[in-house]
């Protein structure tokens, strides 16, 4: 299986791998994984969201003096 896949089976939204991939840092690099291998698979994925959203959010230099 990869990130994607597994992404898409859980949350219907392949692009949220990223949140698998971040809950599973021992596997740092790996985009596939080997049957048996146990992996994370966050159910409650807000948190991560909205830290996307933090990190992401473009704040004009202006607008925040």
Same mark, same amino acid.
């Given at each position: 299986?990869? %990130?994607?896949?597994?992404?898409?089976? *859980? %949350?219907?939204?392949?692009?949220l791998w990223w949140i698998i991939a971040r809950a599973n840092?021992? *596997?740092?690099?790996n985009t596939r994984f080997q049957a048996g291998n146990k $992996? #994370? #698979?966050?159910?409650? $994925?807000?948190? %991560?969201?909205?830290?996307?959203?933090?990190?992401?959010? #473009?704040?004009? #230099?202006?607008?925040?003096?």
């Amino acid at each position: 299986d990869s %990130y994607m896949k597994l992404a898409n089976t *859980y %949350y219907k939204d392949q692009s949220l791998w990223w949140i698998i991939a971040r809950a599973n840092r021992p *596997y740092k690099g790996n985009t596939r994984f080997q049957a048996g291998n146990k $992996i #994370i #698979i966050p159910l409650e $994925i807000d948190d %991560y969201l909205n830290e996307f959203r933090r990190l992401n959010t #473009i704040v004009d #230099i202006k607008d925040a003096e």
